[in-house]
């Protein structure tokens, strides 16, 4: 089993042929040489995002990246609290 890489523009064209309805999806499938279950992916994906369905391999759509970016600014706050925290038990005690 190989795991090849499509590109936006192959994989808009697939999800295209399936809603003008030229073939049924199993047909297109295979004679793209897609799995079956790829292609179903790629138009699940596209029906959720329609406006960019396909923003290549690594990259995330917008909203993607912003909540990644927040979720890991979080992160690095509450690690900083946890870090002040400790500390400042550590000099309100006097060694008492």
Sequence with gaps: MTNQRYDATFKAQ?????WRKTKPARVIAAELGVPRKTLYR???VARHHPAAPFVG???????DQR????ERANR????????LKK???IFTHDGK
């Design 76 to 83: 690095d706050l509450r690690e900083e609290n946890a870090i």
């Design 87 to 89: 500390a400042m038990r």
């Design 14 to 18: 697939a999800v295209e042929w399936v």
């Design 57 to 63: 391999s690594g990259h995330l759509r917008a909203d």
């Design 42 to 44: 790629w138009l699940e």
């Design 67 to 70: 909540l990644r970016d927040l």
